[in-house]
Every structure is written in C-alpha cells, then in structure tokens.
C-alpha cells in the first residue's frame, strides 16, 4: 500500500523560533493535504496542494509541494504557543479512493 | 465546531461486547469515513462509505462493520472487542468535489 513518511518525529521548539516538518512519498502523488491536530483535539484541514512546486502560505505557514510531487513541507516562522500540536500530511492511496495519512511531527512549543 | 456529530463521547465496555458509534456528515456532505487513532498514534483508515454505498476500505478488522444510511448518518459496528481496540475513532466527512475531510470530535472508547 502507499507509503507516507514525515519527519521529524517530534520537535521542541523555543517560542519565536521556525519549526518545519517534511512528508515524504516513494512515488509521486496527486495532492497533498496537510491537516493539524491539537492535544485532545480532532484533525482540522489546513491545506492542499496540487501543482507541482506549488507554494502557499496562510499567515506564518508556508506550505511546498515538491516539484517531482513525492515531497512536502510544512514551515512555521516564529512559532507561538498556539502552534502546538500534531501536524499530519495526507495523501490519496494508490488507486485514489481514500487518503492515507503520515505519522505525524509532534510540535512542542516552549514559552 | 466542524458539524460533524460523533456520539458518544466517551465509551466504556469489557472485553467481548460489541458497540456502535454513530456519525452524523456535516449537511449535504455524500461521503463518510471511519479513522481509528490509538494511543499517540496516527490515523489509520478503516472505511469509507459514498451516499450509502462502500467506498474503499482500508485496515478494518472482520469484527468490525459500518454501513451509511439513507439519511447518510452512518454507525460503526465493534465486536468481541479486545482491549486492544481501545482507541479514539473519528468519523469524517466530505462533499461534491472537494476532497477536503471535517472530522469530528472522536468516540474515545475503553476496553477494559
């Protein structure tokens, strides 16, 4: 089945500072969602990408698509406590019927 | 507030019964689809339904079902649940062209 790595893992971060999580494919894929969940919270849509390269951001998030569409990052500047949470990237599974997400960055933003 | 329903919020139940989660898509949204998120972990597809017809599956288990019903609400069936089933299970929602999913809040169930 599709395969989705994003990484880090986990990031501890100092309040003010950028955080960037990348996502991953083998192969090349359609879109891209990006989704974020805070503690005790559900999963909330951020984005989606669907051109090659594309670029879009939304206030301090900047978002990429990587021109051979396999990759994706998600890039914060100057963090705020706010950040905080679970960022998943989502992507269609092989034969386009449903999204498969990554594991996940964990974000930890100290204040 | 993402208007999708979840219910209910909490479940507790042993080892062996069987439960129902129910979710309601937000309105006019065709497409439903069942997650299941253990511990600190990430959110693994089980199923989807489109206007009341299986869609695509992913790792659901034979002991668990769901169907979507005419007025798309749809239910997710556990049975002779293990304490491994333990996890939160969030139902999704989407419509028309747009791929975009609203979660809702999740049905956080305990096996005991």
């Known amino acids: 089945g599709q395969q989705v790595m994003q990484i880090p893992q986990y990031q501890h971060v100092q309040e003010g500072e950028d955080f960037t999580t990348y996502c991953n494919s083998s192969t090349t894929l359609s879109n891209i969602q990006w989704y974020k969940q805070r503690p005790g919270g559900h999963p909330v849509f951020l984005i989606q990408?669907?051109?090659?390269?594309e670029v879009k951001k939304q206030k301090r998030l900047t978002f990429q698509f990587g021109e051979a569409k396999k990759n994706s990052s998600l890039h914060i500047t100057a963090t705020q406590t706010t950040d905080v949470g679970t960022y998943f990237c989502?992507?269609?599974?092989?034969?386009?019927?449903?999204?498969?997400f990554g594991p996940g960055t964990r974000l930890s933003v100290l204040p | 507030d993402s208007g999708v329903t979840q219910t209910p919020k909490h479940l507790i139940t042993a080892t062996g019964q069987r439960v129902t989660l129910r979710c309601s898509p937000r309105?006019?949204?065709?497409?439903v689809y069942w997650y299941q998120q253990s511990l600190d972990q990430g959110l693994q597809f089980l199923i989807q339904?489109?206007?009341?017809?299986?869609?695509a599956k992913g790792n659901i288990l034979e002991r668990f079902s769901a169907q979507q019903f005419p007025d798309l609400h749809s239910e997710l069936n556990l049975s002779s649940l293990e304490l491994g089933d333990s996890a939160l299970y969030f139902c999704a929602s989407s419509g028309g062209s747009s791929l975009k999913q609203y979660f809702g809040p999740g049905t956080r169930l305990t096996v005991t």
């Open positions: 339904y489109y206007n009341g017809e299986e869609r």
């Open positions: 990408l669907v051109k090659s390269g």
């Open positions: 989502a992507v269609l599974n092989n034969y386009g019927q449903n999204f498969v």
């Open positions: 309105s006019g949204d065709l497409s």
